[in-house]
């Protein structure tokens, strides 16, 4: 069963940058769509980013342009690189890796990451 874990938050000035990491236990390329999520205080979880097994990338209005999601096969690791970060993507960043062809039902979360971005 892969596992997965963040790094990489922190506090940030806004128009700073960071590159959370979301370390896999397993091969990425066996898992349909991996998933940035995030969830400020008193919010709901929502998705952010998106890579499906092919590479293909899709990105929420609100980060399309200041955000990149990328993947390291070697390293079985995804990447989300947070250009011109404001105060409003303050919030836990949570990985998520949905489906495989052995277990399309398969759904795993990492622990979050917090990234704060404020001055």
């Known amino acids: 069963q892969v596992q997965l874990v963040e790094s990489g938050g922190g506090l940030v000035q806004p128009g700073g940058s960071l590159r959370l990491s979301c370390a896999a236990s397993?091969?990425?390329?066996?898992?349909?769509?991996i998933n940035w999520f995030r969830q400020a205080p008193g919010k709901e979880r929502r998705l952010v980013a998106h890579i499906n097994r092919d590479g293909r990338t899709n990105y929420v209005d609100s980060v399309r342009g200041r955000f990149t999601i990328s993947r390291d096969g070697a390293k079985n690791t995804v990447y989300l690189q947070m250009n011109s970060l404001k105060p409003e993507d303050t919030a836990v960043y949570y990985c998520n890796a949905a489906g495989t062809e052995s277990d399309p039902t398969f759904n795993a979360w990492g622990q979050g990451t917090q990234v704060t971005v404020s001055s």
């Open positions: 397993g091969n990425i390329f066996r898992i349909f769509n």
